[in-house]
């Protein structure tokens, strides 16, 4: 006995005698509990600071440790259960420490029926008592301590001899109670942990075999167990690595053999030994499997841990039971790419060890290929299901049995087919269940013009398909897959097969959407890949099989898009993800892609037309793209540029009579952009316009909308034409009024005195005969005999030419707004055409009756319409001069008519608007605030100003505008102009008039004889 | 063909840029580029792929009468101002030139192609000028000195003689001189030549000509020294002949007139001791007055007309038979023209066509590829199987195509893929 140990044994002796002493007088009575309980605690104090040294405690040392503690367990009924349970944790340390392995035969059977019995009562009189909590798992531990220090010596070869194996069987039913009806978690592990030191510490085969049956079952139903209480993750975690213990050591390969046989010999052992033996191992297999297939649901368990440590169980069973469980191996295998396809920190390590033991053998990758099989197939109809977990798991399983196959070099051509149809099927699936809950497509009103001013410059599209979340997992999940497709390094044919355009062109509908989105998620970036890879075999330019493909469902988008909107609104996910494969051929192609424009440019630009705001927001995208690829600075500058080609392309539609409101808006947007140096290429485009509007008059919102195109040119036209008028039109204007001298008066007073003298006279006007003589003035200006030959017109003159002569037709229009869209194009138009008058005074002819019936037209009563034909008679008296001298005088009296009534109209509006204000001040007001009926009063007005300066007028329609705009020659600066310019004389005398004088007839003036006058 | 089923056939494209009536199309450079050329003197040359002008220049002071090529770089015009003028236009001259389209050009710009050769023709008449390759043996000095320069071989051009519009001039080319002559025919009167074509081989030079009358004749020489033969004489048409051009299988000749009627005419190469009153194979009543613009495809198969209804027609060049018409011009239409397609090796016509000389058909709408292009394409196609870039194989594509063009008053070129 060396130093430390006396030093030990002084420091348990003073515990060891008090715990006896108290056990005695406990049991006379003259000890409580409690007393009982210090000692055990100082005891068990004692030993832990015993043991902090190593190999302090000894067999001895423990033995007589262990006597005082022997009369507690010999009373266990009576003492309070604190006390048997420090009890049980002294004799621990003692098991663990003291005896360790010199534990001998007889002590631990003893021990051994103690702890079996305190943890579970006994084998005769099972559960007389409910076990304590505390008490339960302080026996477990205290058993699997010592099953632990008991290892070979004593459980293997001393203790359970055949008579023993009761005593076993009773512990490990305890065991087992303990592990399935613990009360706590606690016990539970504790049970468990016991179980599992046994299993490694047992060497007896036999009495393994015995009580694995039992085993096996108990852990299964902790494992499957389905009731409400879920065991603990830990529970689980220990008892999956209790039964892989187990079913390796009871039914490894290499015990079912023969342990010291190599394992190639295994197989020929088993058939040739043992005929009980095998049948025995068949029969445990058969219920193995069957145990295994219930708890299989545990591969899906939510704790990392618990599927790390199923991941070990197969593993385990697959490496060492191959042939003895022949049977599971397909389900665990399967059951290893579920594991695997979970995807998390942990488990990507596991996928090396799949690798691994699946590289090791060749037998298990043909039944990771034919569960793949199996999961492709049933995929579509999980993609039907509404379970998204479900959907989840089943693309994750063929995902990583795809990546460990391919791992494996394993040709996968078998599966090309049905991979290909299958895959297909559940695309289609999954968007039929994600249109179920179809929402109602966003509109647009948004103009493509707008858009383009908008500048969105994203680059990448917002899917089309699977917006829901619901069904994103099922899409992130097919992407993924496609993913993984696309890396296959022999997947050309598997992508032939998916992106099979025979099968995008056959198809309809879902089918059809389901084929262009795989294979788009395939071509995506293909030749990205492609052309690192011919970087270093440096193979001939390529032109492979990815570029094929491409361009195969290229072509075939192309078609999609070039079927009109107007067609196939509800089929706009396709035409999104046609637009998607543009974007892509574009990215690929680069640079090389602009002369596809010729033929992509306008169903892009088209569907911007669109009234779906996500088809739009797609093509928006897409033209981003586009133009990034083909390196234009914007898409602004990608249309200029090509500019012809939607010319071209939206000339061919409209030839056709393809009346899709789209393309109006296009050619609109498109002349905005590109200006007037587009115009000469439209016109047999206006052509087209035109036949088409003689076809549809009857249809407003179209003709509108061609009439914006009409309305486009002409301003455009008119834009940059601007200067050429202000210097033609000084022409045929009526000379400004003179002031009547001395010479004239003398000469008229020289007619008149000869009219007077007639007999035959005819009573002279009564105010001063104007000075303009429109007689001479006609006949003067026409010939212009200095003029050269007019130069033939540019193609934009004739383009504008026939749009002022086609358009006045469709002034009969019943709709308002289109009226005063024609009238407002009549205005813009005319300025351009004054530069060739032999040209335009024709038109101008032929536009007056038109557009002044719309002024003289009562019943219609729409100030804008009044106010755009005032406007549209303005610029064309404006621009005809004098040549439409004779058709005002004609039409005067309706023109008066016309003023009055808006006149009137016009007070009316001033008087409801605000009955405070005096009239004057109405007026006066600036014109900001005025209504409808005041501008188109203000534009009549202007109508007659212009009539004034620019036509001309008789001395009778001279009274009559002076009646008309006499008031406001003081109030406008405007009107006073003219009105001085017309007669200053008759101004004058209104003026006067207006100042309330008298005007009195000079008395006497020498010579001259007055005539009454009435003023 | 055209079914009553199928939507009315529409054109792939619209060449926008003339702002005067087209008068002749061209295809060139193994059919990568189109020329069109107007009534202004404008001559475009168009990229078939990009479908934009890569040179654009005024050629001539009046309305052009015809284009044609010689080689692949060469360009033949002809002009109402007197001229015929030949151009060196290469691919990489097209990046110094203008692409101001006629539209939009304020005044020509002083940006031409090189001239290489300028002949004064008489162009009273309206009538194209034609042209062959010479088959004539060429004296050994000036062969090398043209070997040298990487020259085309020479040509044979037939135009109006310039006094006496019923006789035909036939100059050569590079060497400009005027190789022969064939006098108007004194018996008949024919009044002016309106259309010509011609072809030799060898020795021989054989003339097909279309007259003011409606007469058309063949005339053969068999021999430098000796005089031209008529070998034919007919009078199909009552009106003035407009188009005239010889089948690709060199066995027959077809025309059309200002009358309605379409007629298809044999070629005799020499005077056969069997047969001395030749036929006119085929007159078609077609019930369209005013087609001209005709041309063959170059596998004989079929031929277009353009006419001045504005309806382009499309004929079987065997039964003369109307196989489709197209619609897309508002104007009448004044030219058409074929691109060169493959020669398919198993037909005898095709077989025959790039073993002998390939005649010049009237030149406005000639669509046949001079012998030089047909063998360069054939070897296009056959590195074709290895294609290259992405722009390469467009290209190829353009080209392949079966483009029928159609040039018509509104200045407006329709590119039509049929057939």
Known sequence: MDEVRVKAFRALKPPCVELSQVALRYKGKKATGKDLIKALEDLQETLRAVIKQANTLDSKLAEYVFF???????????????????????????????????????????????????????????????????????????????????????????????????ILGHAVAVMLDGITDGPSAKVRLAALAALNNMISGIADDEALKNVFPGIVSSLTKVLSSKNGAKPSYRVLTASLATLTKILCKVISDDEAGESSEAQADAVAFIEAKEDGESSWATATAGQVRMALANILPLRYHERPEVRAAFFKLCVSVIEQCRKSLSQSIPMLTDTLIVLCSQASEIETANIFTLNGILAADASLLEIVKSSLHDWIVAL????QSNDDTRKRKALEQISTSFRVLQNQDIRLDTLNDSMAVNLRASVTAAIQDSSKAIRPVPESSLEVTQLLQFRSRSLSFTPVLFNESSSRIAMTGLQKLAEQLKALPTSISLQQGIVNVNALRSTSGDEQLASLWLSLQLLNDASVDASAVDQYLNLPPEYDAHEQLLDEVYSFSLDVLAKSTFEDEDRWRLQALALETVAIQARNQKYDFRPELVDALYPILERLGSNNAAL?????????????????????????????????????????????????????????????ALIPYLDDLVESVFSILACYHGYPKLVESLFSVLNAIVEEVAKSSTPLIEANSENNRPRAYQPTGIADLASILHTNLEQTTRPLSQLAPSPPEPTLDQDEEQSSSPPRPSSPP?????????????????????????????????????TSA?????????????????????????????KENEPSTTLAAANALSILCKCAGDFLASRVEDDWDQVCKSYRRVEKEMKEESRTQSKVKGKENEIAKASTGRGMRWKAWNAVVGLLLVTVRDVGVTSEIEDGIFEMLGWLAFEREDVRDVLEMLNADTLWLIEEKARGEVLVKPHTLEGVHFRDVKL | MSSACLPPAQPAFILRGHSAQIHALHFT?????????????????????????????????????????????????????????????????????DKTLPVDAVEASNKLPWLLHMLTVNTLNFCPFAMCRDGMPQVLSTQKVLKDNNMPEPILIAVPNNIDSGGIDIYQLPTQTRAANIGADRDITTGMVMALSILADSTRIQVAAGYESGHTMVFVQNDPAAAFQKLYSARPHTQPVLSLSIDPSKDTYVTTSADANI??????????????????????????????????????????????????????????????????HKGGCYATAFAAIKPVTSNVTSDQASEGQIGRSVVPCSNQASEEETEALVKMEEQSSAVGTVQQRRDEKARNTHWLVAGAKDGKVSLWAIY
């Open chain 2, 263 to 328: 007629a298809k005419h044999p070629f005799p190469s020499g005077k056969s001791i069997w047969n001395t009153e030749l036929k006119t194979i085929k007159v078609t009543p077609t019930k369209h007055s005013g087609q001209q613009g005709l041309s063959y495809r170059s596998d004989g198969k079929v031929f277009a007309t353009a006419g001045w209804d504005s309806h382009v027609r499309v004929y079987s060049g065997k039964t003369m038979k109307e196989l489709a018409v197209l619609k897309w």
């Open chain 1, 830 to 858: 005319l300025p351009i055409l004054t530069s060739n008058t032999d040209n335009f005074l024709p038109i101008a002819a032929t536009l007056w009756p038109v557009t002044s019936i719309r002024l003289y037209d009562s």
């Open chain 1, 616 to 676: 739009q927001q797609h093509a928006m995208t897409c033209l981003n793209i586009v133009s990034n690829s083909c390196d234009y600075p914007d898409s602004a500058s990608l249309i200029v540029d090509n500019a012809d080609y939607l010319a071209n392309a939206v000339a061919l539609k409209l030839n056709t009579f393809d009346i899709s409101p789209e393309a109006p808006q296009v050619l609109v947007m498109m002349i905005r952009l590109c200006g007037s």
């Open chain 1, 790 to 826: 007019p130069a033939p017109l540019s193609k934009t003159d004739t383009l504008i030419t026939s749009i002022t002569s086609l358009t006045p037709s469709h002034l009969t229009t019943p709709s308002p707004a289109l009226r005063l869209g024609i009238l407002t194009l009549l």
């Open chain 1, 380 to 383: 579509p109809r999980v993609m």
């Open chain 2, 29 to 97: 450079k193994n059919n990568a580029r189109l020329l069109t050329a107007d009534a202004d003197g404008w001559i475009v040359s168009w990229n078939l792929a990009f479908k934009r002008p890569v040179a654009v220049w005024k050629a001539h002071g009046n309305a052009v009468l015809g284009v044609g090529s010689w080689g692949t770089d060469r360009i033949i015009t002809h002009g109402r101002d007197d001229r015929l003028l030949v151009w060196e236009l290469g691919v990489e001259d097209e990046n110094i030139l």
């Open chain 1, 68 to 166: 005082p503690l022997s009369h507690i367990f010999r009373d266990t009924k009576d003492l309070p259960i604190r006390a048997v349970e420090l009890a049980l944790q002294c004799l621990q340390i003692l098991v663990a420490h003291g005896w360790q392995s010199q534990l001998s035969p007889d002590l631990g059977k003893q021990l051994l029926i103690l702890l079996t019995f305190l943890a579970g009562g006994s084998a005769t009189d099972a559960k007389v008592k409910d076990i304590n909590e505390e008490l339960g798992s302080a026996a477990f531990d205290c058993l699997a301590t010592l099953f632990e220090a008991s290892r070979d010596p004593f459980l293997g070869d001393n203790i359970i001899q055949s008579h023993d194996v009761p």
